[in-house]
DNA sequence: TATTGTTATACTCTATAACTATA
DNA sequence: TATAGTTATAGAGTATAACAATA
């Protein structure tokens, strides 16, 4: 490692202080494949546990809707779209806690790929009525089954009795 | 809206496709200030429950330890070093399910901090050894108390039962 | 004056690839 | 050759601020 690794800032600071007199308590070494590595206080962290569970759900979500390329934020909107044609951009922003800014990508891409219209707003002409087009409602009852599959992978994973359990925990947060 | 808005590539593209001959179905604007549309099947979806729980939580984290400017990577960091000294960073970073690359910023900030030192390895000249410094064991400790605090928000939040219910559930994550 | 959609910027996070030193 | 740590880059995601058109 020498030149490139003791260069570094603070390596080399760590190693002026604590030169490498040690020996007995750095025995963590043997093995350290990443199992057999304690968590200590992480375990008992509901938000540790969330967040690694956030990690593999999404994963799979997006691995089971790859073949038709949509992420689960955009599944959000369109499905949002799709149960309440007319919404404006604002109003789907705040329903899913989407910055409005970042939703105005996000419906450029949906509409590029004709699933979602811009509508002007009758009522008012700043904004925009938001609609499934013919192409996206067909593909959106396409991504439904999709995401169905991905459902029942994560009742295999977690078990079908407590993912049901976690819907009714985690109601209060849709 | 006029021009910055009917130059926008898709906007122009929708209304050319339909005009504004709409009336009825539109319906959705009374009110629409984000609570009464509905989600269709993002209820009874795992993955959106999850999400916005994880933002929830995650928010409450960072707010909770904002005094002492510690975020839930930085601490889970610490903490795993904390219970494992001598590990090396593949090994933190494969537990935690981060990029070894991402944790060499991580470490740096931490080491910056005087929290967490890198010691060279004695067996391994390529790895290093994490290690708290002493100023990074005290600190730990009073990271740990504003996330137990944190944690005690998550029960009040969603319950305490529900809350030992959840980390069972996820366990099989950590 | 406030709001809608838009653009732009910055910072975090994730995902890679490449490089050096070492095994 | 493979691995540990590092660097760099590109893409999402998040958080802001500012702007034009409109309310």
Known sequence: MASK?????????AAIRRPRARAANDGAYAGDTGDDIGLDALVGHAGYAVRRFQLWIFQDFIKTLATVDIRPTQYSVMTV???????????????????RARLVHL???????????????????????????TRGKTALAQFKRLAAEHERHVAEKIGKENRERLLQILACFT
């Not at 690794?5 to 600071?13: G, I, V």
């Not at 779209?81 to 910055?99: D, H, T, W, Y």
Request: no cysteine; hydrophobic share 40%.
């Open 5 to 13: 690794q003791k260069t570094s800032r603070k390596a080399a600071a």
């Open 81 to 99: 779209i799709g149960a309440n044609p007319g919404l404006s951009q604002m109003a789907v922003a705040k329903r899913l806690g989407i910055e």
């Open 107 to 133: 419906l450029d891409s949906l509409e590029e790929r004709d699933f979602v219209s811009r509508i002007p707003s009758a009522t008012d002409r700043r904004s925009h009525a938001l609609h499934l087009t």
